[in-house]
């Protein structure tokens, strides 16, 4: 039982490029969530996903897309990387009944310089 | 707005000690609930403990009790009988039941627990 996974652990891009932060997780759980944390903040929701087949934003969605593939998979891309993402990203997951108890991955730092 | 404030960048406790770490929050919305993260220094988000603004009483886990009041809108965390390994960022957060699933946390508080 691995839980939730992300990949990659670390990245740096440049400045316009592009790529694609993979989640998943085994737990059967319905919801699924992208976080971003910045050095001094707290989490900042960037999109979830209630279920399979839907996508909602976050508080912070500008700049990202999100593809929820099936129920374990749900990745978050970046089409054109700019300094202001450099950040760690925490991929969660939670089920319908304990929706607050969210179980998040290691996190993927990223750096654009 | 929803919105949650830490107001303790820091905190330090000699071990075996209780300590407090404070969180208020506000929203408009009657159902939502609160919970506290801890994430050591290997980055990992733990969750503690939540509790519902329905609740009756104050969620309990092991070594970790939320203090609740909720005309105060103060979800303070208590960890009873310190251990080295509490030092760590602790978060608190709000999720507001109804509507979209917007999760707000607060900035944190980093806790060391010394020897």
């Known amino acids: 039982n691995a839980g939730v996974t992300q990949t990659p652990k670390f990245q740096v891009l440049k400045t316009g490029q592009s790529m694609t932060l993979q989640c998943a997780q085994d737990?059967?759980?319905?919801?699924m969530y992208w976080y971003r944390q910045d050095p001094g903040m707290g989490l900042r929701l960037i999109y979830y996903?209630?279920?399979?087949?839907?996508?909602d934003k976050g508080e912070v969605p500008n700049g990202y897309n999100v593809s929820r593939l099936n129920k374990r998979e749900f990745s978050l891309r970046l089409e054109s990387a700019a300094p202001s993402q450099t950040s760690v990203y925490f991929c969660?997951?939670?089920?319908?009944?304990?929706?607050?108890?969210?179980?998040f991955g290691p996190g993927t730092r990223l750096t654009v310089t | 707005a929803q919105k949650i404030t830490q107001t303790q960048p820091g905190m330090f406790v000699q071990e075996k000690e209780a300590v407090t770490l404070d969180c208020t929050y506000d929203?408009?919305?009657?159902?939502?609930?609160l919970f506290w993260y801890k994430q050591p220094s290997s980055g990992e988000m733990i969750f503690l403990i939540y509790?519902?603004?329905?609740?009756?009483q104050n969620a309990t886990e092991g070594r970790y009790s939320l203090n609740f009041q909720k005309a105060r809108k103060s979800a303070n965390l208590v960890i009873s009988a310190s251990q080295l390994g509490d030092s760590a960022m602790y978060f608190c957060?709000?999720?507001?039941?109804?509507?979209?699933?917007?999760?707000?946390f607060g900035k944190g508080t980093k806790l060391t627990v010394n020897p």
């Open positions: 969660a997951s939670s089920d319908w009944v304990r929706v607050y108890e969210q179980y």
């Open positions: 737990m059967n759980h319905n919801s």
């Open positions: 996903s209630a279920s399979e087949g839907t996508t």
């Open positions: 929203t408009s919305d009657p159902s939502y609930g």
């Open positions: 509790q519902g603004s329905y609740d009756q």
């Open positions: 957060a709000m999720r507001i039941k109804g509507g979209s699933e917007k999760l707000v």
